[in-house]
């Protein structure tokens, strides 16, 4: 898809949420999701909070709380990379790659695998409908083996 109809479904997703949950529509959501779609990459509530200084100032709540709508209509996915380290992704980022996690450093490396995707794509569910996936895999980074000269 290309970004600009990515933008628009996501749009949409969160009109009709906010619609059926009986919530406003606001222009500070509208900016968040904005915002969001044109990062690429993994962030956090503050990464946003800190871009939209420049163009568009939200409070942090409203940026927090907007995140909670978001995860809820799945726009967003959160990782927790590790136990104390919870980052987001926009939903659609999330479907191209798999991420691999450094356990000493906490580096996190993105990868892609067709057979992976695939393999998912065809675990069908009579019980369970997916709607994303990502695969961690955790382990040692080559900076890391050669610190702590790890075999
Ligand atoms: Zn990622
Ligand atoms: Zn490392």
């Given amino acids: 898809m290309e970004a600009e109809e990515e933008l628009y479904a996501a749009h ?28 690429n990459g993994h962030f ?3 990464t946003i909070y800190e871009l939209m200084q420049n163009d568009f100032r ?34 659609t980022a999330n479907a191209t790659h798999h991420h691999r996690i450094c356990t000493k450093c906490g580096e996190v490396q993105e990868f892609s695998d067709l057979k992976i995707k695939r393999a998912i794509k065809n675990r069908t569910f ?13 382990g040692i980074c080559k900076k890391c083996k050669k610190k702590y000269r790890l075999k």
């Fill in 12 to 39: 949409k997703i969160l009109t009709d949420f906010l619609s059926v949950k009986k919530m406003r529509q606001t222009i500070e959501r509208e900016k968040i999701l904005d915002c969001i779609y044109a990062y």
């Fill in 58 to 91: 939200v409070s942090k709540a409203t940026v927090y709380n907007t995140f909670e709508t978001l995860l809820e209509c799945n726009l967003i996915v959160s990782h927790h990379f590790l136990h104390d380290r919870v980052e987001y992704e926009k939903t």
């Fill in 44 to 46: 956090k509530p503050n």
């Fill in 126 to 138: 009579t019980t369970f409908d997916t709607e994303y996936s990502t695969v961690y895999l955790y």
